[in-house]
């Protein structure tokens, strides 16, 4: 199945060899690699290499090792768990910048707004007015209310990305709002006049996407998220 590998970093030839043959479905999920023996005799390697290899597969999520009489490294089936999971530690721990993060959810979010206008039925758009009143609710509340109201938000945002019928778009942006309230909490001016903006934004795009309006909700959603990143750089200076 495998071929002996060029000696300078050799880990990392084993690693495209094996990460290739699961992409192609030579290794499907669930059957195992063969026996280290058998896998150091056709790589060519030390049982060094091909753990430093084994080690950085399943860092990756492609295959899980097992210990034991019935252990082995074990092909995992390919999914977005992975990229969702470093997505959120990068925005949980800030590691990415304001401006980055606005160009990313410009790209994002109003594509999003403008699938979620062409592709939304009844019952989504019921959905998202219902949410819309919830949000409207807690913003009633006062001070008392703002972390619901923003929770709420967040909902709203992740049921859009939904709408979109996009998987890549739904696993990135939900990873994105379980995580983004960082940036939030350390850069936004919290205020009333703040949140009845953002609520006024929210509004307008769930009437576009419930109008059908696929580009005007697309540019709602580009304006939503420049005028609050300019809000957050603004503190953050």
Same mark, same amino acid.
């Given at each position: 199945?495998?071929?002996?590998?060029?000696?300078?970093?050799?880990?990392?030839?084993?690693?495209?060899?094996?990460?290739?043959?699961?992409?192609e479905?030579?290794?499907?999920?669930?059957?195992?690699?063969?026996?280290?023996?058998?896998?150091?005799?056709?790589?060519?390697?030390?049982?060094?290499?091909?753990?430093?290899?084994?080690?950085?597969?399943?860092?990756?999520?492609?295959?899980?090792?097992?210990?034991?009489?019935?252990?082995?490294?074990?092909?995992?089936?390919? /999914?977005? $768990?992975? %990229?969702? =999971? #470093?997505?959120?530690? @990068?925005?949980?721990?800030? &590691?990415?910048?304001?401006?980055?993060? +606005?160009e990313?959810?410009?790209?994002m979010?109003?594509?999003?707004?403008?699938?979620?206008?062409?592709?939304?039925?009844?019952?989504?758009?019921?959905?998202?007015?219902g949410?819309l009143?919830?949000?409207?609710?807690?913003?009633?509340?006062?001070?008392?209310?703002?972390?619901?109201?923003?929770?709420?938000?967040?909902?709203?945002?992740?049921?859009?990305?939904?709408?979109?019928?996009?998987?890549?778009?739904?696993?990135?942006?939900?990873?994105?709002?379980?995580?983004?309230?960082?940036?939030?909490?350390?850069?936004?001016?919290? /205020?009333? $006049?703040? %949140?009845? =903006? #953002?609520?006024t934004? @929210?509004?307008?795009?769930? &009437?576009?996407?419930?109008?059908?309006? +696929?580009?005007?909700?697309?540019?709602?959603?580009?304006?939503?998220?420049?005028?609050?990143?300019?809000?957050?750089?603004?503190k953050?200076?």
């Amino acid at each position: 199945m495998f071929k002996q590998v060029k000696q300078n970093k050799a880990y990392q030839d084993v690693v495209e060899q094996i990460q290739e043959a699961i992409m192609e479905g030579t290794l499907k999920p669930g059957s195992m690699l063969p026996a280290e023996r058998e896998l150091k005799e056709q790589f060519g390697i030390s049982r060094g290499t091909l753990r430093e290899a084994l080690r950085v597969l399943e860092q990756k999520g492609l295959i899980e090792i097992r210990t034991g009489v019935a252990g082995g490294s074990i092909i995992r089936e390919v /999914n977005s $768990e992975k %990229l969702s =999971e #470093n997505l959120g530690l @990068l925005i949980r721990n800030r &590691a990415v910048s304001l401006r980055d993060l +606005a160009e990313f959810r410009e790209g994002m979010e109003g594509g999003v707004a403008a699938l979620a206008a062409q592709r939304a039925g009844e019952q989504d758009i019921a959905s998202l007015q219902g949410l819309l009143a919830v949000a409207q609710g807690h913003l009633k509340e006062g001070r008392k209310g703002w972390d619901a109201f923003v929770r709420t938000d967040e909902q709203i945002h992740m049921a859009l990305a939904r709408m979109s019928g996009n998987p890549l778009f739904i696993t990135v942006l939900t990873s994105v709002y379980h995580n983004i309230h960082t940036y939030y909490e350390n850069y936004l001016p919290w /205020n009333k $006049e703040l %949140l009845q =903006e #953002n609520f006024t934004d @929210l509004c307008n795009i769930v &009437a576009a996407v419930s109008a059908g309006e +696929a580009e005007r909700a697309r540019e709602i959603a580009l304006g939503h998220v420049r005028r609050f990143n300019a809000y957050m750089e603004e503190k953050q200076a």
